[in-house]
């Protein structure tokens, strides 16, 4: 079956950076698009970066465009989410999230979700 296992959060002083990873396993990773999801106390997830099955395109959320990057190693069967210049409020937890369709990540709907990882950014 389909796994997406994330790793790298942890606690950040704002201005910080963290990698998440995320390992996927169970699917053909390159013809899948990728997404990052974030999901903050008492608010609904939503979306924060996405990239397509070879990386030939890249769309993020306009709260982390140009500190986030999102980017994959389709022969390690992982996507990452380099955050740069954190703020306190991009905590939250985050999640990998994977679709053969772009357009289903961007609207929000994934056909995979991993377990989340938390990223806490202190002020």
């Known amino acids: 079956q389909v796994q997406l296992v994330e790793s790298g959060g942890g606690l950040v002083q704002a201005g910080g950076s963290l990698r998440l990873s995320c390992a996927a396993s169970?699917?053909?990773?390159?013809?899948?698009?990728m997404g990052w999801f974030r999901q903050a106390p008492g608010k609904e997830r939503a979306f924060v970066a996405a990239?397509?099955?070879?990386?030939?395109?890249?769309y993020y959320a306009d709260s982390v465009k140009g500190r986030f990057t999102i980017s994959r190693d389709n022969a390690k069967n992982t996507v990452y989410l380099q955050m740069n210049s954190l703020k306190p409020e991009d905590t939250a937890v985050y999640y990998c999230?994977?679709?053969?369709?772009?357009?289903?990540?961007?609207?929000?709907?994934?056909?995979?979700w991993g377990q989340g990882t938390q990223v806490t950014v202190s002020s």
């Open positions: 999230a994977a679709s053969p369709m772009m357009n289903k990540l961007r609207a929000g709907v994934s056909d995979y």
């Open positions: 169970g699917l053909t990773f390159s013809a899948y698009a």
């Open positions: 990239i397509s099955g070879r990386a030939f395109s890249t």
